[in-house]
């Protein structure tokens, strides 16, 4: 595996470079290397922050008409998993383009308040250890492919960047306000 390099502005659409430029700030001050460094941490800081949550916890939503912990937890798994499989197509040179994904149809029928934060919580790591092999497995020739999701172009390279950026959001999302 190669070094993945932050994504020029025309490799994805232009919603996602908030999540870009998430994954971006987190690294140097973190002394990490590169996106790969980040994905790689990233369980173990999703691991020390919610070693001590409480289960009761994972029903609550930090505002009205927000979702629950156990919601938004599973809704990053569930993106990790759409982004991870539009990665895998791309970076095999599929041209098929890829259909987005409403993320607010998914809530509710991921029946995320009938399961333990354990559960939910072992789901996303277990997500995040096969994104890694997948990411592991990438050449500079992979990344660099191209393809359409959503109606967009996008680089097998942005999804990487866009993976790490997505579970960034969300960790300052659940840290400060889910449990704050």
Request: hydrophobic share 50%.
């Given at each position: 595996?190669?070094?993945?390099?932050?994504?020029?502005?025309?490799?994805?659409?232009?919603?996602?470079?908030?999540?870009?430029?998430?994954?971006?700030?987190?690294?140097?001050?973190?002394?990490?290397?590169?996106?790969?460094?980040?994905?790689e941490?990233?369980?173990?800081?999703?691991?020390?922050?919610?070693?001590?949550?409480p289960?009761?916890?994972?029903?609550?939503?930090?505002?009205?008409g927000?979702?629950?912990?156990?919601?938004?937890?599973?809704?990053?798994?569930?993106?990790?998993?759409?982004?991870?499989y539009?990665?895998?197509?791309?970076?095999?040179?599929?041209?098929?383009?890829?259909?987005?994904?409403?993320?607010?149809?998914?809530?509710?029928?991921s029946?995320?308040g009938?399961?333990?934060?354990?559960?939910?919580l072992?789901?996303m790591y277990?997500?995040?250890?096969?994104?890694?092999?997948?990411?592991?497995?990438?050449?500079?020739?992979?990344?660099?492919?191209?393809g359409?999701?959503?109606?967009?172009?996008?680089?097998?390279?942005?999804?990487?960047?866009?993976?790490a950026?997505?579970?960034?959001?969300?960790?300052?999302?659940?840290?400060?306000?889910?449990?704050?």
């Amino acid at each position: 595996m190669t070094h993945i390099a932050r994504p020029a502005a025309n490799e994805h659409a232009p919603y996602y470079a908030g999540y870009i430029d998430a994954a971006e700030a987190t690294l140097a001050p973190r002394g990490l290397a590169d996106v790969l460094a980040l994905l790689e941490a990233q369980t173990a800081d999703w691991q020390a922050l919610m070693a001590t949550v409480p289960e009761a916890k994972a029903s609550v939503a930090y505002a009205p008409g927000k979702w629950t912990l156990a919601e938004s937890l599973v809704h990053v798994s569930d993106t990790e998993r759409v982004f991870a499989y539009r990665l895998l197509r791309i970076a095999r040179g599929d041209r098929t383009p890829l259909p987005g994904f409403e993320q607010d149809d998914w809530v509710p029928t991921s029946r995320a308040g009938n399961r333990s934060l354990a559960d939910i919580l072992a789901e996303m790591y277990a997500v995040r250890a096969a994104t890694l092999a997948l990411v592991r497995s990438l050449d500079d020739e992979a990344v660099a492919q191209t393809g359409v999701a959503s109606g967009k172009a996008v680089t097998a390279r942005a999804l990487v960047w866009m993976i790490a950026g997505h579970m960034q959001h969300h960790f300052g999302l659940t840290r400060e306000r889910y449990l704050a």
